[in-house]
Each structure stands twice: as structure tokens, then as C-alpha cells.
């Protein structure tokens, strides 16, 4: 019903950036929170960044903060990543994600939950080298 598309990866070198971006099908990406997810060989999938229903609230993982930028145009209904400084650390699998409103009202926790979303998309492979 939902399909969301990844691109945008690629290869780049320490420092350097690149733009993810997440195309919504089936739904008005207004109406969603959408969030990027990635996973390395061997590890589990983490949260990266979020964006609320409205567009107005964002929220970052710890590793990514400064350095990582999520926004979201709601005329192309498209949810981009902006990646700058980019270390290998960041090297990962990265998804987009998303997820209905929900009621009651969740905390922010609920949605660092990979669990909690719905619709994934393929994802887009960020290899960042030494």
C-alpha cells in the first residue's frame, strides 16, 4: 500500500557527503513520521534520524548529531538525509522508514524502534573510506 524508495548512495571518502533521499508512494508523506535506519555486517540496525508528521520536529542519534541533516519536502513527497563530515564509522546498509500516527500518543522512544514502523524500503548502501 505504502512503498518508500531509498537513493542516493554510494562510495565517498572521510569528510566528504553525500544526499539520501527517500521517495513516499501510496500516502501523503505529511501524514507520517519518517525516519532512517542503518545496519552494518555484524551489528544491529540502529537509529539514525527522524522527522514528525508535520515536518516541524527532527530528531538524531547521538553519533550523527552535527553532522547529519534530515528534511522533507512535502510537495515532492520526498524525506532527504543530508550527510556531511562523513566518517567510516558511518559505513551501513541505510533504510528509510515509516509509520502512521498513532494513538495514544507515543513518546519519542517508540519511534527509535525499528519495530514499531511499518513500511521499510529496500535500502541504499553508504561505504565511507579511509
Known amino acids: 500500500q505504502v512503498q518508500l524508495g531509498e537513493s542516493g548512495g554510494g562510495l565517498v571518502q572521510a569528510g566528504g557527503s553525500l544526499r539520501l533521499s527517500c521517495a513516499v508512494s501510496?500516502?501523503?508523506?505529511?501524514?507520517?513520521?519518517i525516519a532512517w535506519f542503518r545496519q552494518a555486517p555484524g551489528k544491529e540496525r540502529e537509529f539514525v534520524s527522524g522527522?514528525?508528521?508535520?515536518?516541524?520536529?527532527?530528531y538524531y542519534a547521538d553519533s550523527v548529531k552535527g553532522r547529519f541533516t534530515i528534511s522533507r519536502d512535502n510537495a515532492k513527497n520526498t524525506v532527504y538525509l543530508q550527510m556531511d563530515s562523513l566518517k567510516p564509522e558511518d559505513t551501513a546498509e541505510y533504510y528509510c522508514?515509516?509509520?502512521?500516527?498513532?494513538?495514544?500518543?507515543?513518546?519519542?522512544?517508540?519511534?527509535?524502534?525499528?519495530?514499531?514502523?511499518?513500511?521499510w524500503g529496500q535500502g541504499t548502501q553508504v561505504t565511507v573510506s579511509s
Open positions: 522508514a515509516a509509520v502512521p500516527p498513532r494513538e495514544p500518543y507515543r513518546s519519542t522512544t517508540y519511534y527509535y524502534s525499528a519495530r514499531n514502523y511499518d513500511y
Open positions: 501510496g500516502r501523503t508523506v505529511s501524514s507520517y513520521a
Open positions: 522527522i514528525n508528521w508535520s515536518g516541524g520536529s527532527t
